[in-house]
């Protein structure tokens, strides 16, 4: 006979667009969806429910959730019981449109509202009451979310009016968040935030914070991500640089190299303070990646020509360029725009500019004894976040003083 609650729970097929904090928002839901009896599946022809969550920073990505959304009518359409949840920051901008325009979906939860997830959840009436919490999963990387929104306005960028201002979480939830998924096996902890160096809880500042995370008993190692290079302070750097549980890795997006075109998008930092910051960087020894638009409204060629410029200077050790987006409701959307075909013309020649970086960023291990937390048992990554294959294997979750024998291309050799 079968157990009448396994016949009871809803299978969520879950797909994320988007940034590590819509990964980690997915989560989050899901862990909702698991205290009222659902379970995940990887198959979406076995699945009872969908839940999609969105991006919207870009057309290109907002569209491909849009018409993922067109493509489960069909699956809808085969067993009308089946739910679709659309959530996120496209829901945020699209709203209630979509549901005129999708009359199938049946959970719309944009992202201003995941703190109201579960009440949204069960208003709807398609999941039973919530049971006991989702039993956390044991990876060895997690996520922790720190804070939620943005209290910048970049010229260019949807964020601040999809996810609204800044709501820092409290510091003791943090560290509850964090020990918990430690209890569970995790070893190394992404704290996310859309700026999540601005991070304050009364006096506890982001290098308290992560430097209280590095002690919950069994992380190994502290990562964080996106960090505005506003805050990056000499106070922080001198209250973090001694702890080694401090990955030094760091991704900083620096948008453009022109000063002129870094007032035009409201970054609030010129070409040589984001210098000065990435010297810095450097100096206590973190690798630096970053993000590049190109074609804003008002880039020149001379502008552009800076960017190239600020590439070669500035030791990124990758870097992920993309296109201008229009994004409607933003100050740069009523801007003329480039042509396509300079924006196409600029991208090629940045992505020739960077292709290599990464490269030049494993070499340079060669030779040097790094600390490796393993993530399978022959493959793990360094503090400076780069690859390294191992001969031998080793637990997954431990911490080895790998001697980098060789590079090849983006991956690092050790005994
Ligand atoms: N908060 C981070 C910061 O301040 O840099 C970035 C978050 S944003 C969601 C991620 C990246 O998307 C940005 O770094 C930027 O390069 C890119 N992006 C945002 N808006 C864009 C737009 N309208 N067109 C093209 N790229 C965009
Ligand atoms: Fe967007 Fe700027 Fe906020 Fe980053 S800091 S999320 S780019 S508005």
Request: charged share 30%; with cysteine.
């Given at each position: 006979m079968g157990c009448p609650y396994f016949v009871l729970m809803k299978k969520v097929f879950i797909q994320t667009y988007g940034c590590q904090m819509n990964e980690a928002d997915s989560e989050e839901m899901f862990n909702h969806l698991s205290a009222r009896g659902a379970v995940m599946t990887d198959k979406l022809e076995e699945a009872d429910v969908v839940l999609v969550n969105t991006c919207t920073v870009r057309e290109h990505a907002e569209h491909k959730a849009v018409s993922f959304l067109g493509r489960l009518c069909k699956w809808k359409r085969e067993d009308p019981s089946r739910v679709i949840i659309f959530a996120g920051c496209a829901a945020e901008r699209l709203g209630k449109k979509l549901q005129k325009r999708y009359p199938y979906l049946d959970i719309l939860s944009g992202a201003k509202s995941i703190d109201n997830f579960a009440h949204i959840v069960d208003e709807s009436g398609l999941f039973s009451a919530a049971g006991s919490p989702a039993p956390v999963k044991s990876p060895v990387l997690a996520y922790a979310t720190i804070m939620r929104g943005c209290d910048f306005a970049c010229t260019y960028c949807i964020v601040p009016a999809v996810r609204g201002p800044v709501r820092c979480l409290p510091c003791e939830d943090i560290l509850a968040d964090v020990r918990r998924k430690a209890a569970a096996g995790a070893k190394e902890i992404t704290l996310l935030g859309q700026t999540v160096n601005a991070y304050k809880d009364g006096a506890v500042t982001f290098a308290d914070l992560l430097n209280r995370v590095g002690e919950v008993e069994g992380i190994e190692r502290v990562r964080f991500t996106s960090p505005h290079p506003i805050?990056?302070?000499?106070?922080?750097l001198r209250a973090v640089k001694d702890n080694p549980k401090i990955a030094r890795h760091v991704h900083l997006p620096v948008q453009s190299?022109?000063?002129?075109?870094?007032?035009?998008?409201?970054?609030?930092?010129?070409?040589?303070?984001?210098?000065?910051?990435?010297?810095?960087?450097?100096?206590?020894?973190?690798n630096i990646s970053t993000d590049i638009i190109v074609g804003f409204p008002t880039e020149t060629e001379a502008d552009f020509e800076q960017t190239l410029s600020l590439v070669d200077r500035a030791g990124f050790m990758a870097a992920y360029c993309f296109k201008y987006s229009p994004r409607e409701g933003t100050p740069a959307a009523r801007m003329t725009l480039l042509s396509q075909n300079i924006l196409e013309e600029r991208l090629d020649i940045l992505l020739n500019k960077v292709r290599g970086l990464s490269d030049n960023a494993y070499l340079a291990q060669v030779g040097t004894v790094q600390a490796v937390l393993m993530e399978t048992p022959n493959k793990g990554r360094t503090s400076g976040n780069l690859w390294v294959q191992t001969e031998k294997e080793y637990p997954i979750g431990s911490v080895i003083n790998a001697t980098i024998e060789k590079s090849e291309g983006t991956l690092l050799f050790a005994r």
């Open positions: 805050y990056f302070t000499p106070d922080f190299g022109s000063t002129k075109v870094l007032k035009e998008m409201k970054r609030g930092y010129t070409r040589e303070i984001f210098l000065e910051k990435t010297d810095a960087l450097h100096a206590c020894g973190f």
